[in-house]
Antibody
Framework: EVQLLESGGGLVQPGGSLRLSCAAS????????MSWVRQAPGKGLEWVSA????????YYADSVKGRFTISRDNSKNTLYLQMNSLRAEDTAVYYC????????????WGKGTTVTVSS | QSVLTQPPSVSAAPGQKVTISCSGS????????VSWYQQLPGTAPKLLIY???KRPSGIPDRFSGSKSGTSATLGITGLQTGDEADYYC????????????FGGGTKLTVL
């Protein structure tokens, strides 16, 4: 069974940093692109970033470009999102998902981890 | 303001059919495949439709998708109370830099 399990969320002050992780199991992790999507409280979905299976190609939403870095460790079947210079508007549930380049489709989703940016 | 436009809410009675529209432009829907996601209350989103009209394994054929020009539509037949959820469309957008965009979401109420 394909499973994605996010961790690393929590409360952080504005300007601070946080690293999210997403542990994958049940599929050949290195063969799949991966993505992060977030959802602010009471709001809709917002795509954050995507990375190719090898890690060689990355894409970011304009709202996080230059502050967030997506990466992966295929030996550990783990996806990461390094978040720096956090702002109140980054407060959201962050989901990782397997990603299909054609159509920009999020195939399988994790349950999410909550990030709260507040002083 | 979302790049893709969806109605905020739709409603219908159990057993009936409902459609949810998703309107975009040539930089997104017009030149890319569309996906649809279902988010039940308090849960993570789930993929319902990809490549405009394909259903992942396990998704019943009550759910269907179509695309015409710069708009896409999700159809749900034989509505059940368990279908009450938020529904989102999504696709690539290549207007400035390549990125994925979503609609604002549509709340389906099964009366």
């Amino acid at each position: 069974e394909v499973q994605l399990l996010e961790s690393g969320g929590g409360l952080v002050q504005p300007g601070g940093s946080l690293r999210l992780s997403c542990a994958a199991s049940g599929f050949t992790f290195s063969s799949y692109a991966m993505s992060w999507v977030r959802q602010a409280p009471g709001k809709g979905l917002e795509w954050v970033s995507a990375i190719s299976g090898s890690g060689g190609s990355t894409y970011y939403a304009d709202s996080v470009k230059g502050r967030f870095t997506i990466s992966r460790d295929n030996s550990k079947n783990t996806l990461y999102l390094q978040m720096n210079s956090l702002r109140a508007e980054d407060t959201a549930v962050y989901y990782c998902a397997s990603f299909l380049w054609i159509g920009g489709t999020m195939d399988v989703w994790g349950k999410g981890t909550t990030v709260t940016v507040s002083s | 303001q979302s790049v893709l436009t969806q109605p905020p809410s739709v409603s219908a009675a159990p057993g009936q059919k409902v459609t949810i529209s998703c309107s975009g432009s040539s930089s997104n829907i017009g030149n890319n495949y569309v996906s649809w996601y279902q988010q039940l209350p308090g849960t993570a989103p789930k993929l319902l439709i990809y490549d405009n009209n394909k259903r992942p394994s396990g998704i019943p054929d009550r759910f269907s998708g179509s695309k015409s020009g710069t708009s896409a539509t999700l159809g749900i037949t034989g509505l059940q109370t368990g279908d009450e959820a938020d529904y989102y469309c999504g696709t690539w957008d290549s207007s400035l830099s390549a990125h994925v965009v979503f609609g604002g979401g549509t709340k389906l109420t099964v009366l």
